[in-house]
């Protein structure tokens, strides 16, 4: 049986292609369950059509038996002036007794978990995702010190950037702010998990990606205690 330990659901704005990185972090036994939303374009007209799908994807993974739902899509997040999905994810829990977040709303509760309030932030993203993203992580009481971007206008340019550019953007960060005490990248259409313990053996702090944070939340959520090694120090303290 597949997740005889647990399932967890995870909600992808973009079209699949990140399946295997959740799979080297979650443990044998337990099952990863998929939904994509179709975004082709990070405009705000997909975003849109992503918002009016989300709900209907995460009851279709409830369906299935996720024991818990991550809802992926920062810019899902980072651009609603309201509760947006966020909102949807704590009706629907409250609804169906299933836990769910958001992928971005993971991610901030990692660097909570790890002492994190001095950050930098290394995204993918084109300018006008930045300053939502930066607004937003403000908003929720961390102080970004510097941000690095690689511009990527949108999710096919993102796949294609090799590790060391991220590696090298956050690199180049800690340099113009070494007091900071915790590194975020966002997104998990680049590669960014590879290079999670070599930043955090380089620069000496955590590290969290957006894969990493949503199966370290949706672990803790189905009471599985463990994780493959090799990702960082947030999957040490599940």
């Not at 995460?58 to 818990?68: E, Y």
């Not at 991610?107 to 950050?119: D, E, H, Q, Y």
């Amino acid at each position: 049986m597949r997740g005889w330990r647990g399932q967890i659901g995870a909600v992808t704005p973009t079209h699949l292609d990140i399946a295997g990185d959740w799979f080297k972090v979650v443990p044998e036994g337990v099952n990863v369950v998929f939904a994509t939303l179709g975004v082709e374009e990070h405009t705000p007209k997909e975003f849109a059509k992503a918002k009016e799908v989300v709900e209907q994807a995460a009851r279709g993974l409830i369906k299935l038996g996720a024991g818990a739902v991550v809802l992926g899509g920062s810019p899902l997040v980072t651009l609603d002036e309201g509760e947006g999905i966020g909102g949807l994810a704590r009706e629907l829990e409250k609804e169906t007794g299933i836990p769910l977040i958001t992928g971005q709303d993971a991610a901030v509760l990692a660097l909570r978990s790890l002492g994190v309030k001095k950050l930098l932030l290394v995204t993918p993203y084109k300018e006008s995702l930045n300053q939502g993203m930066k607004n937003h992580l403000e908003k929720s009481g961390f102080q970004v010190l510097c941000l690095k971007s690689a511009l990527c206008p949108g999710p096919r340019e993102m796949a294609k950037l090799p590790p060391e550019i991220p590696y090298r953007l956050a690199r180049e960060a800690f340099q113009q702010a070494p007091s900071a005490d915790g590194i975020y990248i966002p997104n998990p259409k680049w590669q960014a998990m590879e290079i999670i313990e070599p930043l955090e053996e380089d620069l000496k702090i955590p590290v969290v990606t957006t894969v990493q944070a949503s199966a370290w939340w949706g672990l803790k959520k189905i009471a599985v205690k463990e994780a493959r090694p090799g990702y960082g120090r947030l999957m040490s303290i599940i």
